[in-house]
């Protein structure tokens, strides 16, 4: 196979087409469409008045085993 970008991309494409359908290809493709914003920004502003503790805590209280009564 030649290792030119377009003729790797045009067999990728034919094998997506062949295995997973139109359809298929599609859904595929759009997981790698280019997102929007500053990820790093948002997560930081989001999470800006989340302590370690605050964390552990969450992390304790999930693992507590669910009681029946």
């Given amino acids: 196979m030649s290792s030119n ?10 094998a997506l087409a062949r295995e997973l359908g139109a359809t298929g ?8 469409e280019d997102g929007y914003g500053n990820y790093t920004e948002e997560r930081n502003e989001t999470l800006k008045d989340i302590t370690l503790d605050d964390i552990v805590s969450s992390i304790r209280e999930r693992k507590k085993p669910e009681t029946t009564d």
Avoid: Y
């Avoid at 290809?25 to 790698?32: A, E, G, K, M, S």
């Fill in 5 to 14: 970008i377009s003729t790797i991309r045009q067999t990728g494409l034919s």
């Fill in 25 to 32: 290809t599609v859904l595929f493709i759009r997981q790698f």
